[in-house]
């Protein structure tokens, strides 16, 4: 597609819970980003993937997220047992090979994550 | 990555031109400046990248000092749909990671 799409919209899960959230990449992008915007301004980066490659996983709370990038599925972002902290907007992007002049990222809408 | 530092809100009217400049002092040989702008409920949305002198588009401008210390992302002529968090990145350009700051949240009004 020509726009990155995220799925839900919102999730609202208890604390302990499992949280998985969906991304679809622009049509011919290569790579794959995950971001979580905390705070009103505030963003995280928090893994990227080169196709189903994990590209830099720096950000990762390696604990307790996970993610995956498999051929012909969504990409996905899963949080096993959420915490009140996780309560976020999760935000994913998508961008041609950078190296080739193509650096710009495309967001999703996001995923607006409530952990009560 | 160098940091940014940009004013964290400006109010502006209908019609007029809004400039918000962003220093970066510990900008790298390497690193390019890159504006995004984000609407409420939305994902960023990429507006202009440049790396030295002046990058015009259809949206904006990006005044770039020679010393790079800084730069100013010029948006003429604003409408109330311009109104949204304006970021400022800087990072060398194959770091594909995004940092984003704070950014300026510019309000247009009538």
């Known amino acids: 597609g020509e726009e990155v799409a995220q799925t839900p919209k919102h999730l609202v899960r208890g604390e302990g819970q499992k949280a998985k959230l969906y991304c679809a990449p622009i049509k011919g992008h290569s790579y794959v980003f995950w971001y979580q915007q905390v705070l009103k301004n505030e963003f995280k980066f928090l893994i990227s993937?080169?196709?189903?490659?994990?590209?830099?996983e720096t950000g990762m709370p390696k604990e307790r997220f996970s993610a995956k990038c498999l051929p012909n599925s969504p990409c996905s972002l899963e949080i096993q047992a959420t915490k009140l902290e996780d309560s976020a907007v999760y935000f994913c992007?998508?961008?041609?090979?950078?190296?080739?002049?193509?650096?710009?990222?495309?967001f999703g809408p996001g995923t607006r994550l409530l952990v009560l | 990555l160098a940091k940014t530092t940009q004013p964290i809100s400006m109010d502006s009217y209908e019609g007029q031109e809004v400039n918000i400049t962003c220093s970066h002092n510990?900008?790298?040989?390497?690193?390019?400046i890159t504006w995004y702008q984000q609407f409420p409920s939305q994902g960023p949305r990429f507006i202009i990248q440049?790396?030295?002198t002046k990058v015009t588009n259809e949206v904006a401008s990006l005044f770039i000092p020679a010393d790079r210390k800084s730069s100013t992302l010029s948006l003429p002529r604003v409408s109330l749909s311009d109104t949204a968090v304006y970021y400022c990145l800087v990072g060398d350009r194959l770091d594909y990671k995004l940092s984003f700051g704070a950014g300026t949240t510019v309000t247009v009004r009538a």
């Open positions: 993937f080169q196709n189903e490659n994990v590209f830099d």
């Open positions: 440049g790396y030295k």
């Open positions: 992007a998508s961008s041609q090979n950078p190296g080739q002049g193509k650096e710009t990222q495309y």
């Open positions: 510990n900008i790298a040989t390497n690193d390019y």
